[in-house]
């Protein structure tokens, strides 16, 4: 998730009190966002730059990192941090945005031509009058079109925004596209005039905009905009002119957005102009700008409109699961910027309106989530679904998980995947080539094959640890998988049972034991050889066990289990100095 760095006394002066640290996050994390970190700015410079960290003074200034949720544009900055947390305590009311009563005669105009359709077809327009900044606020202004272009305009891939001090250009403007060698102008920062493609061997080395030339450089034309007297405001998305570059003492800021995506033009338009308008001398008011596209269509931006959906009372409280009555939701509602009043009558509905700042609000099940957080996930009481039954299988593993634990042995989780030779070879085993799933482009020899055994884990898992106090007593209940040819994907799990003993002797007994007492517990009687009402055990000759010391599990007629002393070469290929039992049940064979 995005993090927004911001100052914590200038934070809290915008929310009008002081918090503790331990106030703060219990607002953040009511709010749905995270205080990420509390550090301050000599020490992000510090890390920044590898040099080592100075202990903090009592001057250094307290620098809050929190975390944002990706979709909500209007917290990336501590502007619309501030006034969303504000809205949230009750301490204001949701503002309400306005676009400028002016005659379209009035308007400052853009002129798009019909090249733009090559390159960058879309742009968006708008004027901030009598805005004030000072030297927090400007930077704060700079740094949220830094955010949303590393968000929402994915590295201004699909929107890049440009800003200008609106008393240095005059209009009407024009949005082209032209060859490069055509738009020559001062870049933001320079002094010095540069065509388009130089421009482009010139950023070539800048750590900043370098990643970004590949989006028009090997285009043949370039996006620019210009002013009447044709002084160049920016060429899009790469740097904007030095001649409107705004400073500390602009009053009249011309915002333009120039994309590949319409929609995300208008959003980040709208984030931007709603977010500063603050400082404007009419607050919360935008100047708007008509657009004319080369075939005469005429738009206005920003959009500032609300827009309205009706959400059943019942879907919220369904999907909450506490019982709340159409009012508690409007307040709720309201306390997340979100307009809402019961809608007509019939069914319990909630007409929700939302404003241009909250371009997350897409279905009802975000006006849903906002009931949720303002009404406090802590608050809501936690119950078992009815529709949520666990699987018998499920149900049977951790039955026997707790059996196992009971009987002094310690859960380990091992990886599905393996090395065909810890499979196999390293088992005594051969592979016959109809047995093990084959990973078809592993990015690691240790991951080749999928397990069709527990054994080769556990034995990792003793052998990386066989400097533990012995004895050790492990078990794993996991699924391997083996090829089925039955199976319309060629391969079907089983859910086994794995347990390891090793000590300074073999522990044959204790395993066997362990094997009477899964049975005993399973309700299953141990019977004659050849008896198929219970188990039974015969005498089997696997390659990774002791000869004579193995013994093979039988159940209703058909093998589920293996038990034994384990090989000595095996043992010596995992590493293992200590004499080892291991047992493996298939308890599928019991549902």
């Not at 359709?117 to 700079?142: H, K, M, Q, W």
């Not at 403007?173 to 933001?188: C, K, M, Q, R």
């Not at 269509?297 to 827009?307: A, F, N, R």
């Not at 026997?400 to 310690?410: K, P």
Request: some cysteine.
């Amino acid at each position: 998730m995005p993090t927004v760095s911001v100052g914590r006394d200038r934070l809290f002066t915008a929310l009008g009190r002081s918090y503790t640290q331990e106030e703060f996050e219990d607002l953040c994390f009511s709010f749905g966002i995270e205080l990420d970190d509390v550090t301050t700015e000599k020490a992000i410079i510090s890390k920044e730059k590898h040099l080592e960290e100075e202990k903090p003074s009592a001057d250094d200034e307290i620098i809050y990192k929190i975390e944002v949720p990706a979709n909500r544009y209007d917290l990336l900055c501590l502007e619309g941090l501030a006034q969303a947390l504000l809205v949230f305590n009750g301490k204001e009311k949701i503002p309400k945005y306005t676009v400028a009563n002016i005659s379209k005669a009035s308007m400052l105009k853009m002129h798009v031509k019909k090249e733009t359709s090559l390159i960058r077809p879309f742009l968006v327009c708008a004027v901030l009058r009598g805005i004030t900044f000072d030297e927090a606020s400007y930077n704060s202004f700079i740094d949220l079109q830094d955010k949303l272009h590393q968000n929402i305009c994915r590295k201004r891939t699909l929107a890049a925004i440009g800003t200008h001090d609106l008393d240095t250009l005059q209009g009407p403007f024009t949005y082209e596209a032209l060859p490069p060698p055509e738009i020559n102008f001062v870049p933001l920062k320079q002094v010095k005039n540069f065509r388009a493609d130089e421009l482009m061997e010139f950023y070539k080395s800048d750590l900043k905009l370098k990643k970004f030339l590949h989006i028009i450089e090997n285009s043949s034309v370039y996006p620019v905009i210009y002013d009447r007297n044709r002084t160049v405001l920016s060429l899009p998305p790469i740097i904007n002119g030095a001649h409107s570059a705004i400073t500390l003492k602009t009053k009249n800021v011309f915002i333009e957005c120039t994309a590949t995506d319409l929609t995300k033009a208008k959003i980040v338009l709208n984030t931007m102009v709603t977010t500063f308008s603050t400082y404007c001398k009419r607050k919360f008011e935008v100047e708007p700008v008509e657009v004319i596209s080369f075939d005469g269509k005429s738009s206005v931006y920003p959009d500032l409109s609300e827009y309205n959906m009706e959400v059943p009372l019942s879907y919220i409280t369904g999907s909450i699961g506490v019982p709340l009555e159409v009012d508690e939701v409007t307040i709720l509602l309201k306390r997340m910027q979100l307009h809402a009043e019961k809608a007509g009558s019939g069914e319990a509905k909630i007409s929700v309106s939302v404003p241009p700042t909250r371009s997350d609000i897409l279905h009802p099940c975000d006006v849903m989530e906002d009931v949720a957080i303002a009404y406090g996930y802590n608050n809501i009481p936690k119950r078992t679904l009815s529709s949520l039954k666990p699987l018998p299988l499920n149900q049977l593993s951790d039955l026997i998980r707790y059996e196992i634990a009971m009987n002094g042995f310690t859960e380990v989780l091992t990886w599905i995947l393996c090395s065909k030779k810890e499979n196999f070879e390293m088992l005594n085993r051969k592979d016959d080539k109809s047995t093990a799933v084959i990973i078809g482009n592993p990015r690691s020899s240790d991951f080749e094959v999928v397990r069709t055994s527990l054994m080769p884990g556990m034995l990792k898992t003793v052998g990386h640890n066989k400097d533990h106090p012995k004895p050790i007593k492990i078990y794993e209940v996991g699924d391997v998988v083996l090829l089925d040819e039955k199976k319309d994907v060629g391969a079907s799990n089983r859910r086994l049972l794995g347990a390891l003993y090793c000590g300074a002797n073999s522990g044959f007994e204790l395993i066997h034991s362990l094997v009477d007492r899964i049975m005993e517990v399973m309700g299953t009687p141990f019977v004659p050889v050849g008896d198929k009402s219970g188990y039974f055990i015969e005498l089997s000759n696997e390659p990774e066990f002791l000869s004579g010391r193995q013994a093979k599990i039988i159940y209703k007629g058909g093998r589920i289990g293996i038990f034994g002393i384990v090989h000595p070469e095996v043992l010596n290929n995992f590493d293992i100095p200590d004499p080892c039992s291991f047992l493996e049940l298939d308890i599928e064979s019991f549902l």
